[in-house]
């Protein structure tokens, strides 16, 4: 059998390219066929083999499961998997996970059994989503946009529901705020009552392009999906108002693929993103704030009462709001406490590196003593 020119223009539409095609050499060369994740459940996963067709129920291997060193090592959505087909059965499995271009990581809810969990991956964009009919909680947003940076992904932020505004300059206020938190940041004003905005979302929806939707319940991430589709196929529902924990809709991280090209993925609302950054996305969400702090005197500089602190004198002058210093500070504290975390999880990391060689070493002696019988 020849090989077709281009292997897996097939898988283009779903965000493959010329680069996967290098990442995926010797998967192909073992007969494996590259399937996007576009949801994740309990034990299984849906993958996607070509743009047109139906997901798949696709499980990892024995032998994935076997190597996987922590959670990270398995499939999350938005990943390229080599999977093995069984066409008749409709199912796949799932061999081995492409190494990854961006991720969403976050430090895990108390009850994931891990330090870290990667929400999703090879996201191009990622969509902050808060709504005109909230508060805006900035502390909140610093997170998502220092988790959007860490991601390796552009960020942008998208302001739903403008439709509820009373007047214009409401929108241009909430749109100031938005702008002064997020340096350096798109904001897209939306509303997919009016559909206003939408175009210039489609804009970011180029064929192949993975737009990610974070942000709390309720702000209108699955609805703006659904706007941009054309229909009603993720659920959404009503803001809850007096509960205050809310009402999470979405209950999975699912991708979905445009007709005319792009995928968006949506997420459950997440109510606190805890920071899982190696600093770098911290630095980036507050360029403005990092680049006064280069000029303080000392490199170590704390910012409090030190002498020739530029962070100080700048919030003195009025040029920084003394808000955005704190919370930048806290954030940094944050990544400091993590970074100890990190390296403790590093450490565990590589001692079951190491178990897993001795344990293969084991069985290939064995082998050699004629174990196995081959
Ligand atoms: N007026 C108005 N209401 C909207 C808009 N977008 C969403 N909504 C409403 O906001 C509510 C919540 O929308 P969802 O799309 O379910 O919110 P979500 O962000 O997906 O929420 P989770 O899945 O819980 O994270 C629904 O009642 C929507 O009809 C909008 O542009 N304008
Ligand atoms: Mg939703
Ligand atoms: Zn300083």
């Not at 576009?38 to 798949?56: I, T």
């Not at 989503?129 to 909140?140: F, G, H, K, V």
Request: charged share 25%.
């Amino acid at each position: 059998m020849s090989a077709p020119l281009v292997p897996f223009a097939h898988v283009a539409p779903l965000g493959w390219d010329g680069a996967w095609d290098a990442a995926f050499a010797t998967h192909a060369a073992d007969g494996f066929v590259p399937a996007r994740v576009v949801a994740e459940h309990r034990g299984s996963y849906e993958v996607l083999v070509a743009a047109g067709a139906a997901p798949l129920t696709a499980r990892v291997t024995g032998r994935l499961r076997h190597a996987a060193l922590g959670p990270g090592d398995f499939p999350v959505v938005g990943d390229w998997v080599a999977t093995g087909l069984r066409a008749d059965e409709g199912t796949a499995s799932i061999h081995a996970v492409i190494p990854r271009r961006t991720r969403i990581q976050r430090r895990a809810p108390a009850d994931h059994g891990a330090p870290m969990q990667i929400l999703a991956a090879n996201v191009d964009v990622v969509m902050i989503a808060t709504s005109l009919n909230r508060d805006l909680n900035a502390r909140r947003l610093e997170r998502f946009l220092a988790t959007a940076w860490e991601s390796g992904g552009r960020p942008v932020v998208v302001l739903t529901k403008v439709d509820l505004a009373t007047n214009p300059v409401e929108v241009a206020v909430a749109e100031a705020q938005l702008e002064e938190l997020a340096v350096g940041v798109r904001v897209l004003a939306t509303s997919a009552v009016t559909g206003d905005g939408l175009a210039a979302v489609r804009e970011l929806l180029r064929p192949g392009t993975t737009i990610a939707l974070l942000g709390s319940s309720g702000v209108g991430k699955s609805t703006l999906i659904n706007a941009l589709l054309g229909e009603q196929r993720l659920a959404t529902s009503e803001v809850r108002e007096d509960d205050a924990r809310g009402r999470h809709t979405t209950s999975g991280r699912q991708l979905v693929l445009l007709p005319e090209g792009g995928l968006l993925l949506d997420t459950p609302g997440i109510r606190e993103l805890a920071l899982w950054d190696d600093g770098a996305g911290l630095a980036a969400a507050f360029s403005d704030v990092e680049m006064i702090a280069a000029r303080c005197r000392f490199t170590d500089c704390t910012h409090e009462r030190q002498p020739g602190c530029a962070i100080e004198s700048a919030v003195g002058r009025g040029e920084l709001a003394a808000d955005r210093v704190a919370g930048w500070h806290k954030l940094i504290l944050e990544e400091r406490h993590q970074a100890l975390e990190r390296d403790a999880v590093a450490r565990r990391a590589e001692r079951k590196r190491w178990a897993v060689i001795g344990r293969n070493g084991a069985a290939r002696a064995r082998e050699k003593r004629g174990g196995f019988g081959r």
